[in-house]
């Protein structure tokens, strides 16, 4: 059991979800609140992405990642900023005769591209989503090669900045310790186990457990599910000896019918925390124990 985790609250998503909470963080300045109201509650990370103000619609805007960023850092609250690189992966195949005739949904660059903003602000870390896989919509596939993940790797070593190596199958984990064998991972690695998206691992406790089976020897890990498994799943990453996420990136609900705020997942998640014998990190502690840089 993990008796001192590390709390990460995913602020907003990219998921579509704004039309089904009014308060879904959309504009820089909601994110940045969320995020500063998420640190407040005992997150000592922020997973960020950016929406576009006006429709709630996902972004790659390095301009408005840069007015997140400024406001979190600029306020008297520290909490370590952690930055989404998973839009630009979205591969829409067109129909069964004419595969190649991607739709208008598609958005899909290549890895220095999805990394433009994270060059740009230098965030604690950002994430690396370890393998391409079938996504829930009809002819849907998140883009994630080999050739990819190894430049951005390569380049997130050269920066410096930290890649949370995002897994959503035992098999992106057994790709993820093959760079951390090339050396273009540092030591210690960070580890995202994903949980309950469609079409990943699902999540259940036997899954969990094999998947943490496979994590490799000395590294630093975070577990989270979607939805209703949230908080049951912050009980059993704790005992499996890891850290916790939760936000409304991965659920919109308190309880069932009652829409949450970021702040008040992380006070329930801190809540089951203390309740099981544990204490939260800092935003200081995690980065000594993650072997971040000092901002």
């Not at 230098?122 to 849907?140: A, H, K, R, T, V």
């Not at 969990?208 to 049951?232: D, H, K, R, S, Y």
Request: one cysteine or more.
């Amino acid at each position: 059991m993990n008796r001192n985790p590390v709390i990460t609250c995913a602020v907003t998503g990219s998921g579509d979800t704004a039309a089904q909470h009014p308060d879904l963080p959309k504009s820089p300045q909601e994110i940045a609140t969320a995020a500063i109201e998420a640190a407040k509650a005992g997150a000592a990370i922020a997973h960020i992405h950016v929406r576009e103000p006006e429709t709630g619609k996902p972004s790659r805007d390095v301009e408005l990642y840069r007015e997140v960023v400024d406001r979190i850092r600029q306020s008297d609250t520290d909490v370590v900023i952690n930055l989404t690189t998973g839009m630009g992966g979205d591969l829409f195949l067109g129909p069964d005769d004419d595969p190649l005739n991607f739709t208008d949904d598609t958005d899909c660059v290549g890895q220095m591209e999805r990394m433009e903003h994270v060059e740009a602000l230098l965030p604690e870390i950002c994430s690396l989503d370890c393998g391409s896989f079938n996504y829930m919509g009809q002819n849907y596939v998140y883009v994630s090669t080999q050739t990819m993940l190894e430049l951005g790797a390569k380049r997130l070593q050269e920066i410096g900045v930290k890649p949370e190596l995002e897994v959503f199958d035992t098999g992106q984990i057994w790709f993820a310790k093959h760079m951390i064998d090339q050396g273009i991972i540092d030591s210690p690695p960070l580890f995202q186990v994903c949980l309950g998206i469609p079409w990943g691992a699902p999540a259940t406790p036997g899954v969990f457990q094999a998947m943490v089976n496979e994590l490799p020897e000395g590294c630093n890990w975070t577990g989270f599910a979607i939805g209703a498994m949230e908080m049951p799943i912050v009980a059993q990453s704790l005992l499996l000896g890891g850290n916790v996420r939760v936000g409304l990136e991965d659920n919109l609900y308190l309880e069932k019918g009652v829409l949450a705020s970021n702040a008040q997942l992380v006070d329930r998640a801190r809540t089951i925390v203390e309740a099981m014998g544990a204490s939260v990190q800092t935003p200081a502690e995690a980065r000594a124990t993650m072997g971040l840089k000092t901002p």
